[in-house]
């Protein structure tokens, strides 16, 4: 009943930048957590950054220092800041959400993906 949209992916230039959206919508009673995580063809997905409860937030080593994640104002949003991109953040970039749809259940939704390319 959870359901994520992306938008932002597209074709980058080295050094330059982009922001990924990932919209929720659906039986949402109460956010956990957003996050963002990658796969590259032939490569296991991994986490790229989180956010969880106000402001507790997670990067993996090769994006720290160049990427953000963030809420929005509405609660169901979150954005995916991207600076100094480099050829090996190619991937197709995932939403996840984690929370509960009413007091007892949990889920855990994920986007359709959107690709991201860092070429000249």
């Known amino acids: 009943q959870v359901q994520l949209v992306e938008s932002g992916g597209g074709l980058v230039q080295p050094g330059g930048s982009l922001r990924l959206s990932c919209e929720a919508s659906g039986n949402i009673f109460r956010l956990i957590a957003m996050g963002w995580y990658r796969q590259a063809p032939g490569k296991e997905r991994d986490l790229v950054a989180s956010?969880?409860?106000?402001?507790?937030?997670k990067y993996g080593d090769s994006v720290k220092g160049r990427f953000t994640i963030s809420r929005g104002n509405a609660n169901n949003i979150t954005y995916l800041q991207m600076n100094s991109l480099e050829a090996d953040d190619t991937a197709v970039y995932y939403c996840?959400?984690?929370?509960?749809?009413?007091?007892?259940?949990?889920?855990?939704?994920w986007g359709q993906g959107t690709q991201v390319t860092v070429s000249s």
């Open positions: 996840n959400v984690v929370g509960y749809s009413d007091y007892v259940t949990h889920f855990s939704a």
């Open positions: 956010i969880t409860g106000g402001a507790s937030f």
